[in-house]
């Protein structure tokens, strides 16, 4: 991330710095001696003292005092931002449209100013495990599916209708075609295992079961799965997560820090 | 706030800047590509992206993408962080004790770092008014204290008992003491304005009558209140502010920005 820090000597040339800044992708964030003022959800003041300002790029706006997890004022987004020398110091005025929402910041004192430019972040925010994850935890501990199924094969290739997450058995060597959701399953998944089983019939001459894997279902998935023979399993991702997943501390140095802390691992 | 900029070459420059920067004072920023796992509330993972990791002086952490008003993870206050060079890139741990909480981040190149040196911030965190705007618009509205009260003067100092915040007379020109406080009322405001009574007696020989103003009242402050034969008024912040104080865009910069978002003023 290419990284600028600017130490304006005057006001006027903060007004400047931030004015070009504003007109680009970047994150800023203005430091210094500061005082505020707040009208939207609530009103509020906050008298001088050292803070920082962070302006997103999507102009979202968190101030934050030195301590503490929570900022102290924020707006999600904001549609116009002004900055402003004057005789107090380098004014600058926020306005959110909807709902109005309007932070007022006065640095007292020529702050420094941060710049990020061009961040870019594609990351993928996955809670527990991915569905990825989850395939392995049940291709390893099949007895979580129910007694006696035997996987076979992770992303069985069906033709045109894709790729089963797990091909099993079971023990009566009776195929089985199993689709895996991380969040709760509704009639088209339902419908997306049928098509696999439909193309495994014309692909094989054989009638596998189908069994769907979810945290949850929806009542029109529940019908259907009814309708075409489909079994539904329930499990819980966080269950699978804790018990299989989960790092037992095996990080040397997080157990180095928990023993210093005194904490039992 | 004295700010400086690290450009680290090498991800063991960066581990030696950050492992000499926590053991001062300061605000420390460190932005860059990097992915996060969190183990505590619940779990979670972030695959890469550019993001910027702040560090507050009393070691809350929080983690923020380019976009978005809440940071993506974070922890109120933490009790170790462990700043490591490894095969993948810097790997930071950062751990609070209790609740056990556990935040792993690994920047996968050289990240950037800020650093805001010893920031002060005594500012205070004022809703609405404080009790001396409170007192002023009590003092030039008296009619919300009640029918023919004339305020006489602020600060009214009433020997050791110290200053009651209005004296007032009522219309057959017998004197008031008048209390005001921003949060409600327990029975030490009520036995705060009884010293200032009892003073006023000693100074004057003239028995004053007692008016606390709060936005509530405990029972016990109710209860004094009866015994003592003060009277309660209750007032709501709120109210006054949006009747009294609230800026009606005198700002000329404000009105400029609202007339060009299309909201009415």
């Known amino acids: 991330v290419k990284t600028e820090l600017y130490t304006p000597s005057s006001i006027g040339e903060a007004q400047e710095i931030i004015e070009r800044l504003l007109r680009r992708n970047c994150v800023i964030i203005i430091a ?5 003022e707040y009208e939207g959800r609530g009103a509020s003041r906050l008298t001088p003292g050292d803070r920082i300002l962070i302006i997103k790029q999507d102009r979202a706006v968190l101030l934050h005092r030195p301590e503490g ?5 924020w707006q999600p987004d904001t549609s116009a931002i002004s900055v402003k ?3 107090e110091g380098l004014k600058m005025i926020m306005i959110r449209k909807t ?8 640095f007292l004192e020529p702050p420094s100013i ?5 961040m870019v972040d594609q990351g993928s925010f996955i809670e527990y495990l991915d569905e990825h994850e989850i395939r392995d935890i049940l291709f390893e501990h099949p ?3 129910g007694e006696g199924i035997k996987p076979v094969e992770k992303e069985k290739p069906l033709g045109d209708a894709g790729y089963a997450d797990i091909y099993a058995v079971n023990k009566n060597n009776e195929p089985i075609i199993i689709e895996i959701k991380r969040v709760n399953a509704d009639h088209n998944a339902v419908l997306q295992l049928y098509r696999y089983l439909v193309e495994y019939k014309k692909l094989t001459g054989i009638t596998a079961k ?3 894997v979810a945290p949850g279902f929806t009542k029109q998935a529940v019908r259907e799965a009814i309708r075409l023979g489909i079994t539904l399993k329930q499990i819980s991702i966080r269950s699978l997560y804790e018990q299989y997943y989960k790092k037992k501390t095996k990080d040397k140095e997080l157990h180095s820090l928990l023993d210093y802390l005194g904490v039992k691992t």
Chains 1, 2 share one sequence.
């Open 32 to 36: 210094g001696n500061m005082k505020a």
């Open 69 to 73: 997890y929570s900022p102290i004022n």
């Open 85 to 87: 020398t004057t005789s």
């Open 99 to 106: 709902p109005r929402e309007i932070l007022r910041v006065v």
């Open 114 to 118: 941060t710049v990020y430019h061009d």
């Open 143 to 145: 007895e979580l599916l």
């Open 210 to 212: 189908g069994v769907l």
